[in-house]
């Protein structure tokens, strides 16, 4: 079995989270300027219902990315590009620095109940635990779970405090950050602070 389909499987032992925008993707593709610039054969590879982090996408990728979504039935984010998002109808993550422009039209499209409009949050520490509760983010990717490519020498959150700040935000936590077959059932999948997703870019790349 490949890495991206033994992944799927650990996902798909997840407790579902469903909300008013129905139910939240339990595998996330996550792209990377370096590691991943066009995810769209991995994406492409996604079963219905995944879903795809966009970030640092070149904007010829970005719209057959699109392309992509639609035809899998796939839920994308695109990050920090609020203004870019609402063009794309896409849901948005919000990274850790201040995104450019205003959140006010995206928040506004969330608020009349727009499908698409999903909202997460990277989440590293305790202020941005605050930052999700206050924007009512439907999701954090809450991160690094475990060591990691994409931030080599990085201290680890491991489970313990992982699950501390997933059950802090009060919103479904997906797991991102060196999550792959090895690590994903070192994560917690019942209480408070469960894991409600995986996110990976190496894993799911190939």
């Given amino acids: 079995m490949t890495e991206g389909r033994s992944l799927l499987a650990w996902s798909r032992r997840l407790t579902p989270r469903r909300d008013r ?3 939240l993707p339990r595998l996330w593709l ?4 370096v590691r991943l610039p066009d995810p769209c054969a ?3 590879r996604l079963p219905r219902g995944a879903g795809v982090l966009a970030r640092g996408l070149a904007p010829a990728v970005l719209q057959r990315l699109r392309q ?3 035809r899998r039935g796939l839920v994308l984010l695109l990050g920090g590009d609020p203004a870019g998002a609402l063009r794309a109808r896409c849901g948005l993550h919000l990274p850790d620095r201040p995104p450019p422009g205003t959140l006010v039209a995206f928040l ?5 109940g727009a499908p698409w409009a999903r ?3 990277a989440v590293h520490g305790r202020a941005a635990v605050a930052r999700a509760r206050r924007l009512h ?3 954090g990717f809450v991160s690094p779970a475990f060591a990691t490519a994409s931030h080599p020498g990085a201290a680890a959150l491991g489970p ?3 699950a501390a700040l997933a059950s802090g935000q009060g919103q479904a936590a997906i797991a991102l950050g060196g999550v792959a077959p090895g690590t994903a059932g070192r994560l917690p999948r019942r209480g408070a602070g469960r894991a409600a997703g995986l996110a990976a870019i190496g894993a799911l790349r190939a």
């Fill in 21 to 23: 925008r129905g139910v």
């Fill in 30 to 33: 996550v792209s990377d300027p």
């Fill in 42 to 44: 991995a994406a492409a």
């Fill in 68 to 70: 992509v979504v639609r």
């Fill in 160 to 162: 313990l405090r992982w």
């Fill in 119 to 121: 909202l997460s949050v």
């Fill in 137 to 139: 983010a439907d999701c």
């Fill in 108 to 112: 506004a499209a969330r608020r009349r």
